[in-house]
């Protein structure tokens, strides 16, 4: 049964923290808050978390289009390969926020996902979620939940999240209730930005 951990965003407990991302790091599966949906990832680096991961989802690994969950824009060399100012301006000025980016992957993109030539990067304006990561040291692969109610798309309380997963991830932290309206997926592969999806994200950026 998966760990039911509190952890307060505004001023997130470092015991606590260290603790679910002990569990991230020895392979687990963390259900986590962001800035819009509760999440569900894992550790970047773990190919056995990644595969349950896929799993779960119904989809095979490395056709997954799944986040890049990241501190900062720092982590982004990491995967993404070099933009143009423009681009970068538009990063700046939305992150941290409620957005996905589709952003032109690098060379130095996880074995299984090497093939992919495009990555979304997302860096919540959420201090738990910034606080898992920067303790595990890189970034968290990540999907949204959904609820089968249509009513409400996504879960937001944390307590009925652990009900309905608690046997099948390895931690959940119950950051308050979650918002139940997702990014805004923006693609800046082209010359100009193309909306994907209209989230909470505003389009003016």
Known sequence: ?????????????????????????????????????????????????LERLAKIKGVKLQKANFSFVCENLSNLSDYVRQIDTKTFKILKRALPGPYTFILPGNNNLPTVFKKKKEVGIRV??????????????????????????????????PELIFEKWQRIVDVVIDGGYGDNVPSTVIDLTGDDPVVIREGKGSLEI
Request: glycine residues 4%.
């Open 124 to 157: 919540p304006d959420n201090n738990i979620t910034r606080a898992i990561i920067h303790e595990l040291g890189n970034p968290i692969v990540s999907t949204s939940i959904y609820d089968e109610d249509e009513l409400i798309e996504y879960m937001t309380d």
């Open 1 to 49: 049964m998966a760990d039911f951990i509190k952890i307060y965003a505004k001023d997130p407990s470092e015991k606590e923290v260290k603790k679910a991302v002990e569990i991230v790091k020895n392979g687990g599966l963390i259900i986590y808050p962001s800035d819009t949906v509760y999440a569900l990832g894992c550790d970047i680096t773990n190919t056995k978390a």
